[in-house]
């Protein structure tokens, strides 16, 4: 880690909702120092009951850290994270755990806090809300995206490190940008399918017995839909663009096979689904090659950049970072090339 | 059960795939006289090396049976229904396990089957096919819809004890126009959708990221589209008229989401969405209340049917069915008449 055993790491976590409470108690399970803080007063009671250290005072949880993480909602952390910035030191490193990227990333640019904050993105969660949702294995295996900056570069080592070892993380790297394009196809876009599924048969005359007759197709598609409205609506407006456009890619692919069903041609609807198990199998027979790759930090930064927003594009991650004064070592795993899956009957 | 332990029941299943596999195995488990046969001899042969009895020639394994089970590709059902039909003597109860009723049923009719031929949908499935996947227990707890006919109600009541002792299934009554509507949203639409999301998905220059950072909604939301594409393509195109209307419905809620986005509109995403996860919660808490019913059978049936397609479209379902030669009575769960589910923050 970051630190020897006899200086354990100093952490804070503002916002203990579902992500950042179970930061905080993996944190707090591998003996770091660490404290909380929420605005929700309640919040912190219950978090004090349960025996987990809160502050009072956000500036009291984050004075004198080594690593702040920030959650809370996502409209909340523009300002939360200048009054962060504001209250703890240069070499104190920040880092988020909102939905979307490029905003955020943005404004900590026009802040001048892109050499310490490093935005991020943990791809785990439940359709739970809250610090009782919160579990310290939350992040196991998970994805969890960070956006690396060339006058960044170190913060994103350092971060890299600390969330491979401390949360067993694998780190994507990739540009916010990217990663907004990305989360609108593999998250948002799924919410917005499951929200107009669950709510028209919220509206139809059939009501009671589609609930009764409801298949796992049903459930599954609609698991979602069962977030806090709040959150789903959050993450929506927070990547409007993307997510409209990820979506004109599903509704374009929609129309496809209505239009073959509407002809009643089922070679057409058998072909599209074919296509569309492609992705399926490729789902369920993940494999990596493990490799490590190295480079000099006191050069220039260019060669690094590249190739960490390649790997994350290319569907790789990290699963360890090592820094000595003149190098960094990066532990990747990168998808196995396998030969096209096989169309099923 | 409809015979005594001195004479157990004759039944057979034609077309040994997963569901009527399933049922083949389970008929066996409860000590039934089954016989299954399949047009594909390697499933034939497979079936026979696990112990399963299979008939050479489909006539041999009907042939002097109290019950047959039609399984199989739903473009087969109507060919095969004729086919055992013949094969049968007039007091063999005949069913069939198709996703779509309206057209079989029609069928039947047409050839003088209905006193006969109860169409049922057992809605019970994973995403793997074939007798291997076939599981003793896959009814257990699930819904299974029967369309009663007023010349056929005995048969359905004989049926009815069958599938609720034998399968420890929730018989659900139902006209069969009403089931293809309801099931055009409650498995067809989201076998749509999710083809949709994975085929867009697919063509997308960022797949290789999306498959990386696939969020639960993302694998929960495509889970369908790995079903064999054929099986699919034959559902949507058995019972198209149905699932294209179910599907307007649910893009037009889908434009409405869409509308709000791009409106920047949060505060109606947030209502779409409150309304939406009324259904979630409806499915997650679904309790009943159990009654009795009875009719007498020497009657005509006006009110037994009219009861019966009452309780599948509000969402009931029968646990048994208990016959004596002048009455009949069900064992009915209902759904328990809950408060409105408070709306989430």
């Not at 929700?40 to 993480?69: C, H, I, K, N, Y």
């Amino acid at each position: 880690m970051v630190d020897g055993p006899d200086a354990p790491l100093r952490a804070a976590v503002v916002g203990t909702g579902l992500i950042g409470g179970s930061i905080l108690l993996r944190l707090r399970a591998v003996g770091a120092d660490v404290i909380g803080w929420d605005p929700d007063e309640a919040t912190r009671r219950q978090a004090r009951s349960a025996g987990v250290p809160m502050a009072e005072q956000l500036s009291d949880a984050v004075a004198g850290r080594d690593v702040v993480f920030l959650g809370g909602p996502l409209p909340t952390l523009p300002a939360t994270l200048v009054e962060v910035a504001a209250a703890t030191g240069a070499e104190c490193l920040l880092t988020d755990v909102g939905s979307t990227k490029a905003e955020l990333t943005a404004y900590a640019a026009a802040q001048g806090l892109t050499h310490r904050f490093v935005p991020g993105h943990p791809m785990a969660g439940t359709d739970r809300a809250g610090l009782g949702a919160a579990l310290p294995e939350l992040f196991d295996g998970a994805a969890w995206v960070l956006c690396p900056a060339p006058e960044g570069l170190a913060a994103f080592r350092r971060l890299a490190a600390l969330i491979t070892e401390v949360f067993a993380a694998g780190v994507v790297p990739m540009a916010a940008d990217r990663h907004d394009a990305v989360v609108a196809l593999a998250s948002h876009v799924p919410h917005l399918l499951a929200g107009a599924l669950a709510g028209a048969a919220e509206r139809s005359p059939l009501r009671d017995a589609v609930r009764a007759l409801a298949a796992g197709s049903f459930r599954d598609g609609t698991r979602v839909a069962g977030t806090p409205p709040q959150r789903t609506a959050n993450m929506l407006t927070g990547n409007r663009e993307q997510v409209l456009a990820a979506l004109a890619g599903v509704t374009e692919y929609l129309d496809e096979l209505a239009a073959a069903l509407r002809a009643g041609d089922a070679a057409t609807l058998h072909a599209r689904y074919a296509e569309a198990g492609t992705t399926r199998r490729a789902l369920a027979a993940r494999r990596y090659d493990e490799q490590t790759r190295s480079f000099r930090t006191d050069v220039a930064p260019d060669d690094e950049m590249t190739w960490l927003c390649g790997l994350g594009l290319t569907g790789g991650h990290l699963t360890a970072c090592r820094t000595t004064p003149s190098t960094v070592s990066y532990t990747v795993h990168l998808p196995h090339p396998t030969d096209p899956a096989a169309p099923l009957g």
